[in-house]
């Protein structure tokens, strides 16, 4: 019985999603579906990887992940295959698998997507279910497609890096509005050098402790923590951080004066003393 997950930026808002677990279950009755997200902004490849990335780690060995992210972004000649680190990933190839990995696959497979077939989601789906009602057939991933075939590659997003200091950028806002930002613990500590810090967003807003817990401080209050992904938070306790100072997720494409001041509620700066 295969364990399959999905994450995609369809929303809820219509048939889409159910159709695509129906569409699953057409194949094989048998699949264990577990929806991650499907809440993803539209486009919003630094995010997705995030999602993806601190989710996927957390499933048994040997689940199928199914992400319908931006599966558009252009003609769909081939769908993606990867086998990495027990997981099996089955997306676009659109740059976003090697954001979500930060390495190369260990084991990735073209999968045709047809060339007369009208190629919208659930014929992707379709593609993606057959390819793993074939593994689970005991069929050898090398005979389901194109082995070692050539994807798009984007860079993951990553801070930027100074002696005296780090800049990150906000790659997610959850639900309590908490802001999620691209600088782990171990980037944080290994930057520090156990220096004091001053971690400074919207020009001067102003934190100089990290927090274990919302509670740490008073309610209503500003907090910095490491989530439990191990990426720098930015909160309020009880309160919704991105609402109340205007931060934004990040955009990459700021290439007007406009979007150049936005960077100001997108990005979170660590200055080390």
Known sequence: ??????????????????????????????????????????????????????????????????????????????????????????????????????????????????????????????????????????????????????????????PLLSESWIEGQIIHIDNFENVVVNITREQFELQRKGRTFSIVFKRDEVIEKISETYADVPEGEKLALFNSAGYLEIAINKGNAAGLFGLQGYLEQAQNTYLQNRLFYQTVKVFFG
């Open 1 to 158: 019985m295969a364990l399959l997950t999905l994450t995609s930026d369809i929303g809820m808002q219509d048939y889409l999603v159910g159709a695509v677990k129906g569409q699953l279950l057409h194949i094989d009755p048998e699949f264990r579906i577990i929806d991650i997200s499907h809440q993803i902004s539209p486009f919003n490849y630094p995010q997705a990887a995030y999602i993806c990335r601190n989710a996927f780690s957390n499933f048994p060995s040997h689940t199928f992940h199914i992400v319908l992210v931006n599966l558009f972004e252009k003609k769909p000649d081939q769908l993606l295959l990867a086998y990495h680190r027990e997981q099996y990933i089955l997306c676009a190839d659109n740059g976003l698998l090697p954001m979500i990995l930060q390495e190369p696959p260990e084991l990735l497979i073209g999968l045709p997507s047809g060339s007369s077939q009208l190629r919208n989601t659930l014929h992707c789906c379709k593609v993606f279910g057959n390819a793993i009602a074939a593994i689970n057939r005991g069929e050898r991933l090398t005979d389901i497609g194109i082995p070692d075939s050539s994807y798009v590659e984007k860079n993951p997003l990553k």
